[in-house]
């Protein structure tokens, strides 16, 4: 305790202070024995007066000899000030030790946010050089593993952008940073001389480099790559306690690098297989006109249950054969079974000419993969004989095709079959149609007319609906009438759930050609 008068001078003291402030003895002025912040905050209660003021004022805190105190003041009836200093040195520390410990946490927990909202790997390594730059360095390097002989690495500046680039060359100058790449614990950073780093870990503008800390960045299984840190050297060297927090912080980067390498693998992998089972775009082949259109059951979905292929005859001038199937269920699975079919198809396709045969070995080929789905399937072999298309069709347990004539007459074709790949043995029956030039067949999944919608939102839209629409398409390339069918289920359906829907056309081409007038207006059609 210390006692100094309205004047600042030193009345009393208690043994405690005399280690504390040895001078500050009576008859001593403040000013010459105590801290220049206790010097004002006495100045401040002694201007006021004795009986302005409560008798206990504000506590102020400053720093005596490096350790932290508190003042408790009190004032006196004579207008001298007693004040209690407590040491509050411990208390600081842990104070300033929690806020800090919370930056890192908000820091933390801001960064996981921040990285794991992209799965782009670029974007990832950028978002960790310019975090590491403006929060634990002057400048940071994000290094990815090699591809092929070169190592991408994003450098940034604090307050700059983070820039691109790959290097080339032997790691091993640096002290830690190939034992990073491949996962290793990282260097102490006093291990790492900055004189002695290469040229390329040197950022333009930052300057002579005084500090380095290289931590690995751990990933999925495998390495993610390696983070540097780099402080110039007007700036404090990297702490123990720093360090730590980079090797927390470089855990969070590497798991969203490694999440988005692996995502863009994954991805990579899934667009190759997409290709595979995606619909082919439908053209002309021989003479005869194809047309389809899919739609998934879910619009973020592209594969599903339904497919359709068509496959040139292997003998030039024997037209086409036609595959379209509906497998049982939806999403992915569904469209691994749809992968099967298909590719058990072609394979069957020297046998074109028998789709009795065809659906026979696919059915045993089905049972066999002990596959708990079943598909309904239509074959379609379309020849062109002069201006008219023949077909074959045969059905397996699929919707029964169907037949536009040029006067608008929608015809069922004469085909039934059992489902395939639910029984050992199944039975199908192939019936004979010819079209006429302008005529078409309409080859559909039950998606379409099952399709529930309409004014009361549970109507189907039903094969009576179909045929009468398919009436309007009379002489409509095979196009516009998969466009017109589509259009139609859509606007049946409107925004509800519903199956996948598949439809393929097959038209005999008009026998016309297209002219204009004066090279100006639209084509007309002559025969």
């Not at 491949?182 to 870990?201: K, Q």
């Not at 002579?208 to 931590?215: E, L």
């Not at 049972?367 to 309904?376: K, N, Q, V």
């Not at 037949?403 to 029956?429: F, K, M, N, Q, Y």
Request: glycine share 10%.
């Amino acid at each position: 305790m210390l006692v100094a008068d309205a004047r600042g001078v030193v009345v009393r003291r208690n043994d405690a202070v005399g280690p504390l402030l040895p001078a500050a003895v009576p008859g001593a002025s403040l000013v010459d024995v105590a801290p220049a912040w206790l010097c004002a905050a006495h100045s401040r209660l002694a201007s006021v007066g004795p009986h302005a003021v409560p008798e206990t004022g504000p506590t102020v805190r400053g720093d005596i000899d490096g350790r932290h105190f508190e003042a408790h003041p009190t004032l006196r009836r004579d207008g001298s000030v007693a004040w209690w200093l407590v040491d509050d040195t411990a208390h600081q520390l842990v104070r300033e030790a929690l806020r800090r410990e919370r930056e890192r946490s908000a820091f933390l927990a801001k960064a996981s946010n921040v990285l794991l909202a992209s799965l782009n790997l670029g974007r990832c390594m950028d978002v960790t050089a310019r975090m590491a730059a403006e929060n634990l360095a002057d400048a940071a390097l994000v290094i990815a593993p090699a591809r092929g002989q070169r190592l991408p690495v994003v450098t940034c500046v604090r307050g700059g952008v983070p820039a691109t680039t790959s290097m080339t060359g032997n790691l091993d100058g640096v002290p830690g940073l190939a034992e990073a790449l491949r996962g290793f614990p990282p260097v102490p950073s006093r291990w790492i001389d900055p004189a002695t780093a290469p040229e390329w870990m040197m950022p333009e503008g930052l300057g002579p480099v005084g500090s380095i800390v290289i931590t690995p960045l751990p990933g999925h299984g495998i390495p993610a790559g390696a983070l540097i840190l780099l402080r110039a050297t007007e700036t404090a060297a990297f702490s123990d306690e720093e360090e730590v927090f980079a090797r927390l912080f470089a855990a969070r980067a590497g798991s969203a690098m490694s999440v988005a390498r692996l995502y863009a693998e994954q991805s990579t992998i899934s667009d190759m297989l997409m290709r595979e089972l995606l619909p082919p775009v439908l053209h002309q082949i021989s003479g005869v006109d194809f047309a389809g259109g899919y739609r998934p059951s879910a619009d973020h979905e592209r594969i599903g249950g339904d497919f359709y292929d068509v496959h040139p005859a292997t003998v030039e001038g024997e037209g086409a054969l036609v595959s379209l199937g509906d497998v049982c269920g939806k999403g992915l699975e569904a469209a691994v079974l749809t992968g099967k079919i298909r590719n058990t198809l072609h394979a069957l396709l020297p046998l074109a000419d028998d789709h009795q045969r065809m659906l026979g070995l696919l059915n045993t080929a089905l049972l066999s993969s002990h596959h708990t789905r079943f598909a309904t399937l239509v074959l379609a072999s379309a020849v062109r004989r002069g201006s008219a298309v023949d077909l074959k069709l045969t059905s397996g347990g699929h919707p029964t095709p169907l037949i536009i004539r040029a006067g608008g007459a929608v015809e069922e074709a004469d085909t039934h079959g059992t489902l395939i790949g639910a029984i050992p043995h199944i039975s199908a029956s192939t019936a004979a149609v010819s079209l006429a030039p302008g005529e078409s067949c309409v080859l559909y999944t039950d998606g379409i007319t099952e399709a529930k919608g309409g004014p009361m939102g549970d109507d189907l839209f039903g094969d009576e609906r179909l045929k009468r629409a398919l009436a309007g398409c009379a002489g409509m390339p095979a196009e516009g009438i998969v466009e017109h069918v589509q259009m139609l289920a859509a606007q049946w359906l409107g925004n509800r759930p519903h199956d996948d829907m598949a439809v393929v056309v097959i038209s005999a081409p008009r026998t016309h050609h297209l002219s204009a007038v004066n090279g100006h207006t639209r084509g007309r059609f002559t025969a």
